[in-house]
Structure formats: structure tokens, C-alpha cells
């Protein structure tokens, strides 16, 4: 399977929880982020008692084919939060922003209005890593993400005769994928694969660090895909009865692998923080990326509709991201509207046991 065609899937893992109805910054779901899949500094989960974590594990098998040798491609993905405020934008009582030595404001309240933040993607990654070299020795793949400061004038609420300069601020992230693999005993061609998240971005005095300001330097919605030629995955949910046994001494930390692709595809998994069955799928009467999947997409656009022109403006002012939800739901037509009232999979007979 194509890595762009497992996109759809990937993407709602990696945006789950991003921005919640309304929608908009000043709501306080969204000021008090808690996206999955956050892997937080190593020094600040150890001052924690690592209580939030600082590394994701996830162990799956693979079976060789026999013929070829097992090929392997790893894709780590991530969102990395960036704070974004209006220029003129000062704390209560006009003082200035004050900054750290990485340029980065330090706010000792809530983020106010004006002030959200924004996910900036980010992938580690590697392919053709040959099954016999990762069962010689461990694949190290560190990463390090600089810290960023970026000033852009662009259009305010869309509208192209009003603009506004938006100062965007990121901090340094650094860490470390590594990937390993070995042989199952007494089961010729069976291999167990391990892939470790790190985030050990360097911070100071993380006791005293907010948890606001430590998930800037997070490493947010982590999940991993993993694809191989000359092999096939094991199912962990539904493993074949002689490898239960095996399927459940796979040791997965703060993430959970699934089978992706048409059902009976077993050549691409995904490693995710949101318990997925085999298989999953994005619904096709879906209009829009709602961040929210355990919410009723017909209820959510009805809601949408309902904001007051207040509200709408509050959402265009703000996360690119937020506006697109908006203007996507703005633009249905009554007959989509009516496909997301429901729709039938598939008729039986009552009575009739399910597939």
C-alpha cells in the first residue's frame, strides 16, 4: 500500500483533539490542549516522576516471506506547537512580553485571545532498511528541530484589502527514533520489530517548568507508520491462534499498532495513540477534517452554522486550520447535508449473524 493512501487515516490521528467546536481560541478546550500522543522533554517527565511521558514504544511482528529479504520503511510523524499572537497583543495591564533567550514568550496565565498556537507537521523518516542489518544492530534516526521566529503580514478574516502581521515563535525540539528487530524463538521467518520515540530536547529548570510551556517543546500526536516488501505484518487484535501467545508478549507503550489498507492487505501498520482497530477507515460522507472523531459530524456542522458573526470572526482571526473548518461548512449544499444525516452500509436479514 502507498504511503500517500494511508494520508487520510494518518492525518486524523495527527489532528484528533487539535482545535474543538467552536473553534475558536478563546474557548477554554482550546487554550487547555490535550491532544494525544504527547511526548513531553525527558528532563521535565523525570522532574514529574514521569508521570507525563518522555518516550513511545511499539512492538509488532513481522513475518518474512521466505524468497526475499524483508525491506522495511519507517515513517515517525509529529506536530510541533508554535505560539502565534497579533503584534500589537501585550499582557493585562500593557507590560511588554517578556522572552527567553530563545525569543520565546513566557505567559504566566492562559494564553489570551489573541494568542493561540499553531501545529507545525513534522516526519522522521528512513526506507529500505534491510531486515538483516536491524537484526545485526539497532537504526538510530536522531532528529533536531531549531528554534524559529517568524513575521508575516497576510490577509485579515480573508479579507485581501485588510492585512495583519502575525509573529509566530518555535522552539528548539530534539530526539531520536530507533528501530531494531529479532528473531521470535522456535518460529522460522517470524520477527519482532521495535520502534522507540524520544523527545530529549534540552530545557531549564524543568521543575519548575509549566505544562503549557513544556509542551513547546513536545513532541505532539506522535505516531509512526511502518511498511515492508518481502513480508507481511501480524494482526495484534486478531492474531492467527499459534501466534496469540507470541502477538501478546509485544510491549506497547503509550501507542497501539493496527493493520492499514483494504482488509487483507498486511504490508503497512499504523502505530498510533488512539486504540484503532484493524483496518480503520475515514467515513466518505465526511466534509471536513473536524478534529473531533468521537463527535457526530452532522451535529457539529449544524452547530458551526448557529456561531454568531462574533464568533466566525474570532475563528478567522485565528489557527489557519480553524478557518478552513469554517469556510468548508459554510460551502455545503443541501444534498450534503443530507448525506451526513445517515447513510446504510449494508442490508441483512434479522436474524442473520453479522460477518
Same mark, same amino acid.
Given at each position: 500500500?502507498?504511503?500517500?493512501?494511508? &494520508?487520510?487515516?494518518?492525518?486524523?490521528?495527527?489532528?484528533?483533539?487539535?482545535?474543538?467546536?467552536?473553534?475558536?481560541?478563546?474557548?477554554?478546550?482550546? !487554550? &487547555?490542549?490535550?491532544?494525544?500522543?504527547?511526548?513531553?522533554?525527558?528532563?521535565?517527565?523525570?522532574?514529574?516522576?514521569?508521570?507525563?511521558?518522555?518516550?513511545?514504544?511499539?512492538?509488532?511482528?513481522?513475518?518474512?516471506?521466505?524468497?526475499?529479504?524483508?525491506?522495511?520503511?519507517?515513517?515517525?510523524?509529529?506536530?510541533?506547537?508554535?505560539?502565534?499572537?497579533?503584534?500589537?497583543? &501585550?499582557?493585562?495591564?500593557?507590560?511588554?512580553?517578556?522572552?527567553?533567550?530563545?525569543?520565546?514568550?513566557?505567559?504566566?496565565?492562559?494564553?489570551?485571545?489573541?494568542?493561540?498556537?499553531?501545529?507545525?507537521?513534522?516526519?522522521?523518516?528512513?526506507?529500505? $532498511?534491510?531486515?538483516?542489518?536491524?537484526?545485526?544492530?539497532?537504526?538510530? $534516526?536522531?532528529?533536531?528541530?531549531?528554534?524559529?521566529?517568524?513575521?508575516?503580514?497576510?490577509?485579515?478574516?480573508?479579507?485581501?484589502?485588510?492585512? !495583519?502581521?502575525? *509573529?509566530?515563535?518555535?522552539?528548539?525540539?530534539?530526539?531520536?527514533?530507533?528501530?531494531?528487530?529479532?528473531?521470535?524463538?522456535? !518460529?522460522?521467518?517470524?520477527?519482532? $520489530?521495535? *520502534?522507540?520515540?524520544?523527545?530529549?530536547?534540552? *530545557?531549564?529548570?524543568?521543575?519548575?517548568?509549566?505544562?503549557?510551556?513544556?509542551?513547546?517543546?513536545?513532541?505532539?500526536?506522535?505516531?509512526?507508520?511502518?511498511?515492508?516488501?518481502?513480508?507481511?505484518?501480524?494482526?495484534?487484535?486478531?492474531?492467527?491462534?499459534?501466534?496469540?501467545?507470541?502477538?501478546?508478549?509485544?510491549?506497547?507503550?503509550?501507542?497501539?499498532?493496527?493493520?492499514?489498507?483494504?482488509?487483507?492487505?498486511?504490508?503497512?501498520?499504523?502505530?498510533?495513540?488512539?486504540?484503532?482497530?484493524?483496518?480503520?477507515?475515514?467515513?466518505?460522507?465526511?466534509?471536513?477534517?473536524?478534529?473531533?472523531?468521537?463527535?457526530?459530524?452532522?451535529?457539529?456542522?449544524?452547530?458551526?452554522?448557529?456561531?454568531?458573526?462574533?464568533?466566525?470572526?474570532?475563528?478567522?482571526?485565528?489557527?489557519?486550520?480553524?478557518?478552513?473548518?469554517?469556510?468548508?461548512?459554510?460551502?455545503?449544499?443541501?444534498?450534503?447535508?443530507?448525506?451526513?444525516?445517515?447513510?446504510?452500509?449494508?442490508?441483512?436479514?434479522?436474524?442473520?449473524?453479522?460477518?
Amino acid at each position: 500500500m502507498k504511503l500517500e493512501e494511508i &494520508q487520510a487515516i494518518a492525518e486524523a490521528v495527527l489532528y484528533e483533539g487539535y482545535l474543538l467546536y467552536p473553534y475558536r481560541h478563546s474557548a477554554l478546550k482550546n !487554550r &487547555q490542549r490535550w491532544t494525544y500522543g504527547v511526548l513531553y522533554p525527558r528532563a521535565y517527565s523525570e522532574a514529574g516522576g514521569e508521570v507525563e511521558p518522555w518516550r513511545m514504544q511499539t512492538e509488532c511482528l513481522l513475518e518474512a516471506d521466505g524468497g526475499t529479504e524483508p525491506q522495511l520503511s519507517i515513517a515517525v510523524r509529529f506536530l510541533q506547537l508554535m505560539r502565534c499572537r497579533r503584534e500589537d497583543e &501585550q499582557r493585562p495591564g500593557g507590560q511588554a512580553i517578556e522572552r527567553s533567550r530563545e525569543g520565546v514568550p513566557r505567559w504566566a496565565e492562559a494564553p489570551l485571545e489573541g494568542v493561540w498556537e499553531e501545529g507545525v507537521e513534522r516526519s522522521v523518516s528512513a526506507t529500505a $532498511l534491510a531486515q538483516r542489518e536491524l537484526l545485526q544492530a539497532e537504526r538510530r $534516526l536522531p532528529f533536531a528541530f531549531p528554534a524559529r521566529y517568524l513575521e508575516e503580514e497576510e490577509p485579515h478574516g480573508g479579507r485581501t484589502s485588510e492585512t !495583519r502581521r502575525i *509573529v509566530r515563535e518555535g522552539r528548539t525540539l530534539s530526539g531520536a527514533v530507533s528501530i531494531a528487530a529479532e528473531p521470535v524463538p522456535e !518460529r522460522a521467518h517470524l520477527y519482532k $520489530l521495535r *520502534v522507540t520515540v524520544t523527545n530529549t530536547t534540552p *530545557v531549564e529548570k524543568p521543575a519548575e517548568l509549566r505544562a503549557q510551556e513544556a509542551l513547546l517543546s513536545a513532541c505532539v500526536s506522535t505516531h509512526t507508520i511502518l511498511q515492508v516488501e518481502g513480508g507481511a505484518f501480524v494482526s495484534l487484535i486478531e492474531p492467527p491462534e499459534e501466534l496469540r501467545q507470541v502477538a501478546a508478549s509485544c510491549c506497547n507503550s503509550g501507542t497501539w499498532p493496527v493493520l492499514v489498507g483494504e482488509p487483507g492487505e498486511r504490508d503497512s501498520l499504523l502505530s498510533s495513540p488512539i486504540i484503532l482497530y484493524d483496518y480503520p477507515q475515514i467515513a466518505p460522507e465526511s466534509p471536513a477534517p473536524l478534529f473531533d472523531g468521537t463527535e457526530i459530524d452532522e451535529l457539529l456542522a449544524l452547530r458551526i452554522l448557529t456561531l454568531t458573526d462574533e464568533e466566525k470572526e474570532q475563528i478567522r482571526r485565528g489557527d489557519a486550520r480553524g478557518r478552513a473548518v469554517l469556510e468548508q461548512i459554510e460551502r455545503l449544499t443541501p444534498e450534503q447535508f443530507l448525506q451526513l444525516h445517515g447513510t446504510i452500509r449494508g442490508l441483512r436479514a434479522l436474524g442473520e449473524a453479522e460477518p
